[in-house]
């Protein structure tokens, strides 16, 4: 009898073929529910009331799983010829529908401090991925550049927004200029992850447009939280105007500063010839990190926690050299688990029912002309950094998205004049979390989209060839086709 043949073999072996179960989506399916489904169980299992409807941990796991389903739904929209939209657009839509739908409303409660807390741990997050992935050669070359772009289109932008609020929609002049720092910041969580994937194909490497966009992007932010901070002081305070803008000052230097002493620690701790070294380093890393952000809150200087997370991520990746990788794919994955609590968390913070029409049409107006000051901005500003035009425009456009800071920092006004229970003031704050979705919902899947789109066709390409000799690189023409005389990848195999 053939050794094939079934009949051969015991009837365990042929029970256990014919009960393997299915597989595929419809296994990876069933899978994901079931995780889902036990981590609701096991938080009831520990809190109790809580994890029931009306408690807290409820409110949170429902709108942890109803943001991770709304960003998988968006994120399989897939059209022809055009990338796929950002999940985090699914995300934000699941927190408007759950805070907008009667009945649910009423079932799902989150605390404030609770949502703070983890919108905080976010930003911290995603301003870690940012330090390492900086290239500091392309860096060193594009210093200059970087604090142009970083500058420029941030504060015109912010300027200009805060002279149209002002104007249509009634806010004074600090108010204006908390919501134009607000809608100022450029996105990490689109840029970021878009530059990483053009830098691994190779597009805009050789001129370190990559690189400059991810440093350029974390400065801007870093900017726009510490000038966000420095005119939030001012309208909560009674103090001296002078003696606000000098504290802000003081975060950028102090947040530099320990920045660079956390940043060194971690280049020594823990040391190479420890046990799990990556694992070690990631929860320092984060620990740090997180820690910076919430301290600096705690002391009065919240504009500097960003900024020290910024350079001790940066700091320790130099120190790590090639070691950094497998650290910044730990931090990734947190990311994954805190990017669906942050988008849905923000969303979760507007109630339709009492927008007013008038101030969702003349807040898309402001930030329609904000967006057209830092495109004509960021355009004018790279004119002579050595682009050619294609680049130039691609610039522009990677300039565009933003979410992650409008996310972060959009609903602090608004939880600072609940706290003093100032209705003139939550109206205002109220304004600037409005105008900080609408921003979120308009440019983060047009932004994406051009990322997308412009990248393979403004860039060069550059490609790495195996010659048997070691890696070397061969550029291509805008990642389209090799130019004549150039040899591909694929020509070499």
Request: aromatic letters at 8%.
């Amino acid at each position: 009898m053939a050794p094939s043949d079934p009949s051969c073999c015991p009837s365990w072996v042929r029970l256990k073929v014919r009960c393997s179960g299915p597989r595929g989506v419809v296994n990876l399916l069933i899978t994901k529910v079931c995780l889902l489904v036990l981590l609701f169980g096991v938080v009831w299992s520990v809190t109790g009331p809580q994890c029931l409807p009306g408690g807290n941990m409820f409110g949170l796991i429902i709108l942890f799983i109803f943001a991770v389903l709304g960003g998988k739904l968006v994120g399989m929209i897939q059209l022809p010829t055009l990338p796929p939209f950002p999940p985090l657009l699914g995300m934000l839509l699941a927190g408007l529908l759950l805070r907008n739908v009667p009945y649910i409303t009423d079932a799902v409660f989150i605390d404030t401090h609770w949502s703070a807390a983890l919108r905080n741990i976010a930003l911290s997050i995603i301003l870690t991925r940012a330090g390492l992935g900086l290239d500091p050669s392309a860096l060193q070359r594009l210093k200059a550049m970087c604090v142009r772009l970083a500058v420029g289109p941030c504060v015109l932008e912010a300027c200009s927004v805060a002279v149209v609020s002002h104007f249509l929609l009634d806010l004074p002049w600090v108010w204006g200029f908390i919501l134009g720092f607000v809608l100022a910041a450029v996105s990490p969580a689109v840029v970021v992850p878009s530059m990483l994937l053009l830098q691994k194909e190779g597009y805009g490497v050789e001129k370190g447009i990559p690189t400059l966009l991810m440093a350029a992007g974390s400065f801007d932010d870093i900017l726009a939280i510490t000038g966000f901070s420095t005119c939030l002081g001012i309208a909560f305070s009674t103090g001296s105007t002078w003696m606000n803008i000098l504290k802000g000052l003081l975060e950028v230097v102090g947040g530099v500063v320990a920045g660079l002493i956390l940043g060194l620690f971690l280049t020594w701790f823990p040391s190479e010839d420890q046990e799990d070294l990556v694992l070690r380093r990631t929860l320092l890393l984060l620990g740090l990190s997180i820690f910076s952000v919430f301290f600096t809150h705690v002391i009065g200087f919240a504009g500097a926690g960003g900024l020290c997370t910024l350079v001790l991520a940066f700091l320790a990746a130099l120190g790590w050299k090639a070691n950094k990788a497998p650290v910044a794919a730990m931090v990734g994955l947190s990311w994954d688990v805190f990017q669906p609590l942050l988008f849905g968390l923000i969303g979760a913070e507007i109630t339709i029912a009492k927008l007013n029409p008038s101030t969702v049409g003349l807040g898309l107006a402001c930030v329609g002309i904000g967006l057209v000051i830092r495109l004509l901005v960021t355009f004018s500003l790279v004119h002579f950094g050595g682009f050619n035009l294609k680049e130039k425009l691609f610039i522009s456009v990677a300039w565009l998205p933003k979410a992650t800071v409008q996310a972060a920092i959009g609903s602090k006004a608004l939880d600072m004049a609940r706290e003093e229970g100032n209705e003139v003031f939550m109206k205002y704050g109220l304004d600037v979390l409005t105008l900080a979705v609408l921003a979120i919902l308009t440019t983060a899947p047009v932004g994406a989209l051009g990322i997308g789109l412009a990248g393979p066709r403004l860039l060069d390409r550059q490609v790495k060839a195996d010659d048997g000799e070691g890696g070397t690189t061969v550029p291509a023409c805008n990642g389209i086709g090799p130019e004549k005389g150039h040899v591909t990848l694929e020509s070499r195999l």
